[in-house]
């Protein structure tokens, strides 16, 4: 393994964690982790809202052709998707208003649209459970990181005083391990900022466009509970 | 954590240890263009007090000068119209040389310089004259040649100052920088032992005190107060304190280390003593 350089002087990164003080490690191997998971995160949630999105997209098409609603309901309902568990839950509290003898149109309404919104609720909510990850670690890498600047630049010039030597050479190796600690920080926040500021606002479309949905459907169901009556 | 988060962890784990080993591998690896060796970087020490920054540096010209008493050696009026004269004392005496041989010893040492003397004078007036009359012969100016000394001719011609000459400069050449070094380290060298008295008005007394000074530093007299001002009715019952204290302090101060050479500039000391001097 000749050709991975450990020398602090060649900006590897290998070279600077071995150089660096046990704090400064533990802030590099958190930050490590940290900007590890937020990509994990990253990748995953851009995977799941393209593919919310297109679910959506193929969910309304189909329901805009659909002529039974029983039907389409038996055939789409089952499906493994927030717009499913959305028009699923719609339906379900249709059949539970309408089994009864008397109908109570007003109540009934109120039961659909709330029925439909907590679902909406809770499918966003779990959607964009790991969107306050990326919040926090945008927001706390970067003092992490510079907790760990903080602490090796502290031990520099505590070299500095136990050396009595104040020249570069003595100092700089210290210094840049310790500024790698905030490098790694910015490397987990940067993204992890861009990410959060774009997911949330993709978030915000997904739920925009379930409401819209609910709210056609809930317009749907209310034309028919006028009819049926 | 879901499918999709195990999927995205996967990718994100690939590209981390991807990256670091780029990193590692020294991809980005600058060639250090920033020279961390520090050069050394020449230091003089030079003393606080600038003791030695004027004085002036012993020439060659002096020692030479020293040698040969003569006065005006290079006169370019006079010189032009001497080499005519010059050739024939010296060929002169070459015709005389035969008539030594064959005359006896005793009359020897008289008849040689004689007939030289004679007959150069009517073309020089003076019987010093073989000196301005040789010193147009040199190329350079050598005032070594009419004393005839050789060690003084090596000494006029080397660059480096004189043995027999002490480096000493006149005390005329001691400039007002060198006079002012040594009034200041004086005034240092006091300070510790002044134990100013203190009063009413105890700030406003001033006190000179005379003193002379062994070549070594140390007291040749006894110290005396030459002069006070700014006696006032408030502060007179100190002025006498104030007086034997700048004696005291001026005694305890000796022997006083000061600069050897410059010793015809601090022979005779007279430091004012004041209360935060």
């Known amino acids: 393994m000749e050709f991975i350089s450990t020398d602090a002087a060649t900006m590897s990164p290998i070279g600077l964690f071995l150089q660096a003080d046990w704090v400064v490690r533990a802030v590099m191997i958190g930050l490590l982790l940290a900007s590890l998971w937020t990509w994990a995160i990253i990748l995953s949630f851009g995977f799941r809202v393209s593919s919310v999105k297109k679910a959506i997209d193929r969910f309304e098409g189909e329901y805009r052709e659909a002529d039974d609603i029983d039907e389409f309901h038996r055939r789409a309902a089952g499906r493994d998707q927030p717009i499913a568990r959305v028009f699923a839950a719609g339906v379900t509290e249709w059949r539970r208003s309408t089994s009864g003898k008397a109908i109570d149109r007003e109540g009934t309404r109120e039961r659909l649209a709330t029925a439909m919104g907590a679902t909406i609720a809770q499918e966003i909510d779990r959607l964009a459970d790991r969107l306050n990850f990326l919040a926090t670690i945008a927001s706390a890498a970067p003092f992490i990181g510079l907790f760990g600047t903080v602490w090796g630049i502290m031990r520099s010039f505590t070299g500095i005083a136990k050396e009595q030597s104040s020249s570069l050479a003595v100092v700089a190796p210290g210094i840049a391990e310790a500024l790698f600690a905030t490098a790694i920080g910015l490397f987990a926040a940067i993204p992890a900022l861009i990410a959060y500021n774009r997911y949330s606002h993709g978030v915000n479309r997904v739920e925009a466009r379930l409401n819209r949905f609910a709210d056609g459907f809930h317009a749907t169901l209310s034309r028919r509970l006028e009819m049926e009556a | ?277």
């Open chain 2, 1 to 277: 954590m879901d499918r999709t988060e195990g999927a995205g962890l996967t990718i994100a784990l690939i590209g981390h240890v991807a990256l670091f080993g780029i990193l590692s591998v020294g991809f980005l690896a600058t060639p250090n263009p920033l020279k961390l060796k520090p050069t050394p970087i020449e230091v003089a020490l030079v003393d606080q007090v600038a003791l030695e920054s004027t004085s002036p540096t012993p020439t060659s010209e002096e020692p030479a000068a020293k040698l040969s008493p003569v006065e005006a050696p290079i006169e370019p009026d006079s010189a032009p119209p001497e080499p005519a004269p010059n050739p024939q004392p010296v060929a002169k005496p070459q015709p005389t040389p035969p008539k030594p041989a064959p005359a006896p010893d005793a009359v020897k040492p008289a008849p040689k310089p004689l007939p030289a003397s004679n007959s150069t004078k009517p073309a020089p007036k003076a019987p010093t004259k073989p000196a301005p009359a040789q010193a147009p012969s040199r190329p350079s100016n050598r005032p070594v040649a009419p004393t005839g000394r050789l060690d003084g001719l090596l000494n006029g011609i080397s660059d480096k100052p004189a043995k027999s000459t002490s480096t000493t400069p006149p005390a005329a050449n001691v400039g007002p920088e060198v006079k002012a070094a040594l009034q200041a380290e004086v005034m240092r060298q006091i300070r510790p032992h002044w134990a100013p008295p203190s009063g009413a008005d105890s700030d406003k007394l001033r006190t000179v005190v005379q003193v002379r000074l062994n070549p070594d530093g140390s007291l040749a007299s006894a110290p005396q107060v030459v002069g006070q001002s700014g006696v006032t009715d408030s502060n007179r019952a100190q002025a006498d304190l104030a007086r034997d204290r700048a004696i005291r302090a001026v005694r305890l101060a000796a022997p006083f280390k000061l600069p050897p050479q410059f010793y015809e500039a601090w022979k005779v000391i007279k430091p004012t003593l004041f209360e935060d001097m």
